[in-house]
């Protein structure tokens, strides 16, 4: 790689100028072009304007939140990771970013090293494999090119998280994966313990994937052990 090209067009969010300027330093030393918002309708004229890769994006914003901002991006067909950076430490909050199509979440007070740990992670597992950018178990097909997911034909509407969840499923057909598996492949890390977010996300995945009564159910639970993907020859 050219040692001037970037690594990736960040968008950083944040209604304080001083966080905002230190974020947006650090992340332009570290490698990568930057573009700054103060709020969100700065944030979602510059992701029209700049097309980012990633967005750091802070949850409590002046006009709206973070989470709405997300939603927004999302309804609008854009797909790109978003960091969530909040002072709030709840899993509850934690929940509902992901929830909204989220990929990270880091909790002020932060270190700058982490940060950028955490947006290259981001980047890393968000990174369509080309060697594997069409995934098909039985009547289950995911293209990561085009971030489309179906089923006997029929397109499957899925979150960004979702769909990351269901790509590790796809790629481990009758392989039982542990919660923690899930929450290291996924989220790679453990929301200090809480895996309820696993059976949540297990759920919300059943009801698209298994949704028709013609439709065998390939989402299984192995209690007390984990979840698979199991396939028509060994249901």
Do not use: C
């Not at 001037?4 to 950083?12: H, I, N, S």
């Amino acid at each position: 790689m050219n040692a001037q090209q970037p690594e990736a067009k960040l968008l950083v969010v944040d209604d304080e100028p001083n966080i905002r300027e230190l974020l947006s330093t650090s992340l332009r030393f570290a490698g990568f072009d930057v573009t700054a918002a103060a709020n969100g309708r700065e944030a979602l004229a510059a992701v029209e304007r700049d097309e980012p890769d990633l967005a750091v994006l802070d949850v409590m914003l002046p006009d709206m939140d973070g989470f709405t901002i997300t939603r927004r991006l999302r309804a609008a067909g854009r797909h790109f990771p978003v960091v969530f950076l909040t002072a709030r430490d709840d899993t509850q909050d934690k929940v509902q970013g992901l929830t909204v199509g989220g990929d990270d979440y880091v909790t002020k007070p932060f270190s700058l090293d982490e940060v950028v740990a955490r947006i290259r992670a981001v980047l890393r597992r968000t990174q369509p494999d080309e060697e594997n950018a069409l995934l098909v178990v039985d009547d289950l097909q995911m293209d990561d090119d085009a971030h489309e997911v179906r089923r006997a034909g029929e397109v499957i509407d899925l979150s960004p998280t979702e769909f990351k969840l269901l790509r590790y499923l796809m790629m481990n057909p009758n392989r039982v994966l542990s919660k923690a598996q899930i929450l290291d492949h996924v989220w790679e890390y453990d929301f200090n313990g809480d895996a309820s977010i696993v059976e949540s996300y297990i759920s919300y995945l059943r009801r698209k994937i298994d949704s028709r009564d013609e439709w065998e159910p390939m989402i299984q639970t192995k209690r007390g052990v984990g979840y698979l993907l199991r396939t028509a020859d060994r249901r």
